[in-house]
């Protein structure tokens, strides 16, 4: 099973500043899709963002955006002009474009922002 | 636009009791439906998946049952509930193609004591 890899457990930014979130994930497989998705205090999960691994240009959504590197399997989140509502957890997630329907999550990048 | 529903919102159940999780759907119709997992302080696991009525599909072993009556309801069940079975589980639901991205509810907060 692929395997997606959060290496921050916990990040900071300040308000109007810009953050980077990290995930790599583990696959032997062409074709796949990458997902962030956003967990507030309510827990609902809701999307951010996501990219086709066939696609090279880097998906964009307002204020955030990915730097995706297929040959180094690394997908990091970029947000820009942080705003005090960006503050949740933030999960990758993998899903196989040959297999399974399951969503593959990293543990989570909790992040703060600050006034 | 889509819309997903869960119920109930919370729940404390003692170990040994019955368990009935529901999750509608609207505005859409035959979509893949999920059931996953999340134990505190990780991220999801996929449980269940359905892409039709009475179509189930279970990704892991245990204490759990799932079904699907209707096109748009999907129920997550157990006969008896153990400790282990807290946490907080969440209903998704997508398109029929793999790349079809996938839309959370609210989810639903167990706890067994």
């Known amino acids: 099973a692929q395997t997606v890899t959060q290496s921050q457990p916990e990040m900071s930014v300040q308000e109007a500043e810009t953050v980077t979130l990290s995930c790599t994930y583990d696959?032997?497989?062409?074709?796949?899709?990458l997902f962030w998705y956003k967990q507030p205090p309510s827990r609902q999960m809701i999307l951010v963002i996501r990219q086709e691994a066939y696609k090279q240009q880097n998906a964009t959504e307002n204020r955030f955006s990915v730097n995706f590197q297929k040959a180094a399997k690394s997908f990091s989140l970029k947000i820009s002009d942080s705003q005090l509502g960006d503050a949740a957890m933030y999960f990758c997630a993998y899903r196989s474009a040959y297999s399974g329907y399951a969503l593959n999550f990293g543990k989570g990048t909790s992040l703060l922002v600050t006034p | 636009s889509q819309t997903i529903h869960q119920w109930p919102a919370t729940l404390v159940q003692p170990v040994g009791s019955p368990l009935s999780l529901e999750c509608t759907v609207e505005?859409?119709?035959?979509?893949?439906l999920y059931w996953y997992r999340q134990a505190a302080g990780r991220g999801l696991q996929l449980l269940f998946y359905s892409v039709g009525i009475g179509q189930i599909s279970s990704e892991v072993p245990q204490n759990l049952s799932a079904s699907r009556p209707q096109d748009r309801q999907f129920i997550l069940s157990s006969k008896k509930l153990l400790l282990s079975d807290s946490g907080f589980y969440l209903c998704?639901?997508?398109?029929?193609?793999?790349?079809?991205?996938?839309?959370f509810g609210p989810g639903t907060r167990l706890l067994v004591l």
């Open positions: 696959t032997s497989e062409s074709d796949y899709y």
């Open positions: 998704a639901w997508s398109g029929g193609l793999p790349r079809e991205t996938q839309y």
């Open positions: 505005g859409t119709s035959n979509p893949n």
